[in-house]
Structure formats: structure tokens, C-alpha cells
């Protein structure tokens, strides 16, 4: 049984460049969440996807957008990078909106020069 | 709003020393609260869950953790530490159905746990 998968693994963008992350989520969940972990510091809350339509969104700028696919699949994109968005950006599964737990990806780290 | 904090950046304990990380919580609805493990370069797992049922919850490895309303905590705790234990430990908290809201995870600010011979 796959888990949540994360692509790339590793990614260096320019500062103003564009840069899209994709995450698959486990096997039988239709709802995936992106957080943000920057160095030394818990995961933030980005938005939620559900039903090919993002459900809740944390205190991000517009920038920061997404996109689910009806495989369920989902992307995160984010336009004109800054110096702080470099960070670990993880992806999680979960079951319609259950809220027992949500399973993680290993995460993609993107940093920006 | 909900929010957590973990109490102490780094702990440091002997190998066969109980593991004690403490977690208090804020939360304007019953809490789901949660703690995570996350090793170097690697996403996080899911150590254990407390969903209003039983105030003592057992999770992976050895570890537990006891929900306490008087005193908005959720400390995470293991009898006796293991060299693989070492890792970074998230406590987290979730607004459950009443919210209404989803079920985003609100995160603290994580403790390293060193593990020492």
C-alpha cells in the first residue's frame, strides 16, 4: 500500500521564478493538505483540497496556489518566489475531512537563491 | 483559535531514561490532539491521537500520552528511552467535528529529543 508520495525531492528556483510541487496521496483518501516547515519550526497550514476544491486556507498570501485532480492528486504552485519561502513543503492524506489523523509525505524541500 | 506549545526547544535524557515532552493546548471547542515524530529529512509520522475517548492514549514505539482538561495538557511520555528515539517531536491540535472547520492541524514549534549513552 503506497503512501503519500512528494515530487521533486529537492528543488532550487531563482527568487521571482515559479515553481509547481505535486503529492499523491495514499491509497483510498480523496483529501490532501500542504503545510509549509520552515528551518527549526513546526509545519504552518497552507489551504486543504477536497473535491477538486480548496475547503480552508491558512494565512498565505495569494500567491500560493493549488489545485487537486480527480485522481485526487494535487499540486502546489507558488508565483514570484521570495527568499522566504524557502522551506520543506509537506503533503497529507486523509479520508474525506476526517479528523482522526492525516498521513505525511516526505516532503519537498525548495530553496530559493 | 486553537493553538499548542511545547514546552522546552531541546530535552536531553539517557538511553533507559523516561522520556517526558510536555504539550499544553488552547482550544475554544474539545480539542483532537495529536503528536508527531519527524526524523532528519523526513516527513512526519504519526505517533499517537486523542479523540475524546479514552484520556489515556497508547501509541506507536512505547510512547503515550494522557489528555488532561484541568490542565490543557497532553504530555507525551516512554518508560524507557532508545537510542532511536532521537528525533524531533511535533504536538498538534485539530478543532474535531464542532468546529465544523476541517480538520487543519495547528502545530507547535517541536522539541528535539537527544538521546544519550
Known amino acids: 500500500d503506497a503512501g503519500v508520495t512528494q515530487s521533486p525531492t529537492h528543488l532550487i528556483k531563482t527568487r521571482g521564478q515559479q515553481v509547481t510541487l505535486r503529492c499523491s496521496p495514499k491509497s483510498g483518501h480523496d483529501t490532501v493538505s500542504w503545510y509549509q516547515q520552515a528551518l527549526g519550526q513546526g509545519p504552518q497550514f497552507i489551504f486543504q483540497?477536497?473535491?477538486?476544491?480548496?475547503?480552508q486556507r491558512g494565512n498565505f498570501p495569494d500567491r500560493f496556489s493549488g489545485h487537486q485532480f480527480p485522481n485526487y492528486s494535487s499540486e502546489l504552485n507558488v508565483n514570484a518566489l521570495l527568499l522566504g519561502d524557502s522551506a520543506l513543503y509537506l503533503c497529507?492524506?486523509?479520508?474525506?475531512?476526517?479528523?482522526?489523523?492525516?498521513?505525511f509525505g516526505p516532503g519537498t524541500r525548495l530553496t530559493v537563491t | 483559535a486553537q493553538s499548542v506549545t511545547q514546552l522546552g526547544s531541546h530535552v536531553s535524557v539517557s538511553e533507559g531514561a523516561l522520556v517526558l515532552l510536555r504539550c499544553n493546548y488552547s482550544?475554544?471547542?474539545?480539542?483532537?490532539l495529536f503528536w508527531y515524530v519527524q526524523y532528519p529529512n523526513q516527513g512526519l509520522q504519526l505517533l499517537l491521537k486523542?479523540?475524546?475517548?479514552?484520556?489515556l492514549v497508547k501509541g506507536i514505539n512505547g510512547f503515550e500520552a494522557e489528555f488532561k482538561k484541568s490542565e490543557t495538557s497532553f504530555h507525551l511520555t516512554k518508560p524507557s528511552a532508545h537510542m532511536s528515539d532521537a528525533a524531533e517531536y511535533f504536538c498538534a491540535v485539530s478543532g474535531g467535528r464542532l468546529t465544523g472547520g476541517g480538520n487543519k492541524l495547528t502545530f507547535g514549534t517541536g522539541t528535539q529529543l537527544k538521546v544519550e549513552l
Open positions: 486523542y479523540t475524546s475517548a479514552a484520556t
Open positions: 483540497y477536497y473535491e477538486e476544491e480548496e475547503r
Open positions: 497529507a492524506s486523509s479520508f474525506r475531512d476526517s479528523y482522526y489523523e492525516q498521513y
Open positions: 482550544s475554544s471547542v474539545p480539542p483532537y
